[in-house]
């Protein structure tokens, strides 16, 4: 047993215990090959990291199939979490999903499982339609197939809070958090007191920009990122993209030194980013980058491959 174990955090009314940082999914699918996969999931789970994120959607399903192998024989170890990605399709879409992710990921039940991608004004009326995607997670819990559901989002907080308001007892919640929130379309400020006090735990996402923009460009160290997103007051757990094991050693230096920051730190760190409030490092809440091909197919919106150079 290392020295290090990651620090843990309730994850909101589940009893569950989550390790403060938490694995993308997504990167596991850009990641060298399912070797690096494993080795990574193995030393992350040695370090006590315990949150594994994936998607129905990513990489055609191999994100959720390599991350299935990595953790054969060490399910029992994590916090699983996967998302259906009907996009307003109907429940009937979303349960076939459901078993299509559980039999990517090698287990017969999820921890969490939530709706991706909430970015349209119509996503919270549409997954609340009858036979729509909130029936298929009150379905889902109801016959044990997942212990906690939630939906994820990045566009703008008041698609968030219009999700929260209809009044489905959400477990979870997922957003993006990070330095530069505070100054635009915030979800930092506008709904994680909302999930927080309805005891929902909250996943912070992008805490570098979406693809590290803001770590390329300087902005922010990667030190700086991580440790702004980890010590936001109600977050459980803050997911990272890793597609290395170079990356995941890179995050857990950070996570052994890392101390929560005090308000005035958090203060420093988001006038800093008050000074790029024009959006060019959260570029998923202002233009399509991060918005799935296949969501906007579902919303009738051209694809990337369709839009004007």
């Given at each position: 047993m290392p020295e290090f174990q990651s620090p843990k955090r309730p994850m909101g009314k589940t009893g569950l215990q989550v390790s403060i940082l938490g694995v993308g999914g997504y990167h596991l699918g850009t990641a060298s090959g399912q070797s690096e996969v494993n080795n990574m999931v193995a030393k992350a789970l040695d370090r006590g990291i315990n949150f594994f994120d994936n998607a129905w959607e990513y990489h055609?399903?191999?994100?959720?199939?390599?991350?299935?192998?990595?953790l054969k024989g060490k399910r029992d170890q994590a916090i699983v979490m996967t998302k259906l990605c009907t996009h307003g399709r109907k429940k009937d879409v979303?349960?076939?999903?459901?078993?299509?992710?559980?039999?990517?990921?090698?287990?017969?039940?999820?921890?969490?499982?939530?709706?991706?991608?909430?970015?349209?004004?119509?996503?919270?009326?549409?997954?609340?339609?009858?036979?729509?995607?909130?029936?298929?997670?009150?379905?889902?819990?109801?016959?044990?197939?997942?212990?906690?559901?939630?939906?994820?989002?990045?566009?703008?907080?008041?698609?968030?809070?219009?999700?929260?308001?209809?009044?489905?007892?959400?477990?979870?919640?997922?957003?993006?958090?990070?330095?530069?929130?505070?100054?635009?379309?915030?979800?930092?400020?506008?709904?994680?007191?909302?999930?927080?006090?309805?005891?929902?735990?909250?996943?912070?996402?992008?805490?570098?920009?979406?693809?590290?923009?803001?770590?390329?460009?300087?902005?922010?160290?990667?030190?700086?990122?991580?440790?702004?997103?980890?010590?936001?007051?109600?977050?459980?757990?803050?997911?990272?993209?890793?597609?290395?094991?170079e990356v995941l050693d890179q995050n857990l230096r950070i996570l052994h030194d890392f101390k929560p920051l005090a308000t005035e730190q958090l203060n420093a760190l988001r006038e800093h980013g008050r000074r790029f409030n024009d959006g060019r490092y959260e570029l998923y809440k202002s233009t399509v980058k991060y918005d799935g091909e296949l969501g906007r197919e579902q919303h009738n919106f051209p694809t990337s491959a369709e839009l004007p150079a």
């Open positions: 055609k399903g191999m994100s959720e199939e390599r991350l299935g192998t990595a979303a349960m076939k999903q459901l078993e299509e992710s559980l039999t990517r990921l090698q287990t017969d039940h999820l921890d969490v499982w939530q709706i991706h991608e909430v970015v349209y004004y119509n996503d919270p009326e549409r997954a609340y339609d009858h036979d729509g995607a909130v029936e298929a997670l009150a379905a889902a819990k109801q016959q044990g197939k997942v212990r906690f559901v939630g939906f994820t989002g990045h566009k703008d907080p008041s698609i968030h809070l219009d999700m929260i308001h209809r009044g489905f007892p959400f477990d979870a919640v997922q957003m993006p958090i990070n330095a530069f929130d505070p100054s635009f379309r915030s979800f930092e400020r506008e709904v994680v007191p909302v999930a927080v006090q309805k005891g929902m735990a909250v996943f912070s996402m992008k805490s570098m920009g979406g693809s590290g923009e803001a770590i390329v460009h300087g902005a922010l160290t990667p030190s700086e990122a991580l440790s702004y997103a980890m010590s936001i007051p109600g977050v459980s757990t803050t997911i990272s993209g890793m597609d290395s094991m």
